[in-house]
């Protein structure tokens, strides 16, 4: 089969997604790399470029988005597709679909800027705030009354223009982190960004059946089918604080074969339905390099 991965510049020295990239082209399979900041991407040729699947591990607010849009309107399948991955990039977008759907999230506001924390009541205070477009964690702090409310870390300047605010929910001090593939659900313990005074051994830990469920039933609500979140666990049971789309899958046993393996079979499935990738046009492309290396848009071997 013939993939193409869209890798943003931040990822492009990373393990994922290269490492998913190498695996199937050494498995046998075609598979390029997509540069959009050192690409020209010729939009009329998409279709005639054969892929099976487009797939995008993105930043917030990254030209690869844009490529994979492309991708889908000219009807080629894409891993994550696009309307998912707007709904969870962007953090308050994501939270009022979450609430919209049913989903356990913190009571959340949007706001251009801290000062006006000071225009929410004092009993709802301790508050979370967080960049509307971070991630890894970046820019979060946590705010105990109005009175700090106006003051704020150095960096969380720098991070964004908006920003989401939640309740802070008590718990543990610590993270949960559901990695989902397809249906299959991985939960590992992760420090918290608001507690760093609590250590945290990143285990895999067991799948509670509350976890599982909850885990699915984001997917099924976001469209999402390789993706992360993060949890708390709570008096109320288990609460989403954080969405996204194909994380890193730290401490994931076999996580790259799992991935690759969804991969070739959500491609298969999406060919079967299609049926618009004649053999006799697939034919006309050369084999005699498939499946030796990865490809970059140019030709030159990565």
Same mark, same amino acid.
């Given at each position: 089969?013939?993939?193409?991965f869209i890798v943003e510049d931040e990822y492009r020295r990373q393990s994922m997604p290269m490492v ?39 930043v917030a607010d990254g030209p690869g988005l844009c490529v994979l849009e492309a991708a889908e309107a000219?009807?080629?399948? $894409? ?7 707007? #709904?969870?990039?962007?953090? &308050? ?22 000062? #006006?924390?000071? !225009? ?9 705030? !967080?960049? $509307? ?17 106006l003051r704020r870390p150095k960096y969380a300047e720098r991070v964004s223009d908006f920003f989401l ?82 994380? &890193? ?7 790259? &074969? ?18 618009? #990738? ?5 034919? #006309? ?10 490809? &970059? ?6």
């Amino acid at each position: 089969m013939r993939f193409c991965f869209i890798v943003e510049d931040e990822y492009r020295r990373q393990s994922m997604p290269m490492v998913i990239a190498r695996h199937l082209a050494q498995s046998g399979h075609d598979v390029d790399l997509l540069e959009p900041t050192k690409t020209v991407t010729a939009l009329w040729d998409l279709r005639r470029q054969l892929y099976d699947a487009y797939i995008l591990k993105t930043v917030a607010d990254g030209p690869g988005l844009c490529v994979l849009e492309a991708a889908e309107a000219a009807g080629i399948p $894409t891993i994550n597709n696009s309307r998912s991955i707007r #709904l969870v990039r962007d953090k &308050s977008l994501c939270t009022a679909y979450a609430y919209a759907h049913g989903l356990p999230v913190p009571h959340s506001y949007f706001v251009t800027d801290p000062h #006006l924390l000071r !225009k929410i009541p004092r009993e709802r205070y301790p508050l979370v705030v !967080k960049p $509307t477009n971070g991630s890894s964690g970046r820019g979060i702090y946590l705010v105990n009354s109005p009175a700090r409310s106006l003051r704020r870390p150095k960096y969380a300047e720098r991070v964004s223009d908006f920003f989401l605010v939640q309740h802070y929910v008590k718990n543990p001090g610590y993270d949960i982190k559901l990695y989902v593939i397809g249906k299959d659900v991985f939960a590992v313990a992760r420090e918290s960004p608001l507690h760093p005074e609590v250590e945290v051994a990143h285990q895999l830990l067991p799948v509670k059946p509350a976890w599982l469920k909850l885990a699915r039933r984001v997917g099924e609500v976001f469209g999402l089918v390789i993706y992360g979140l993060d949890v708390l666990e709570t008096r109320h049971g288990p609460m989403v604080v954080d969405i996204n789309d194909f994380p &890193s899958f730290g401490k994931v046993p076999q996580a790259v &074969s799992l991935i690759s393996d969804y991969i070739v079979r959500f491609a298969k499935k999406a060919r079967m339905k299609r049926g618009w #990738l004649p053999f006799a046009l697939r034919t #006309l492309r050369s084999t005699s390099s498939r499946g030796q290396h990865v490809r &970059s848009e140019n030709g030159l071997a990565r």
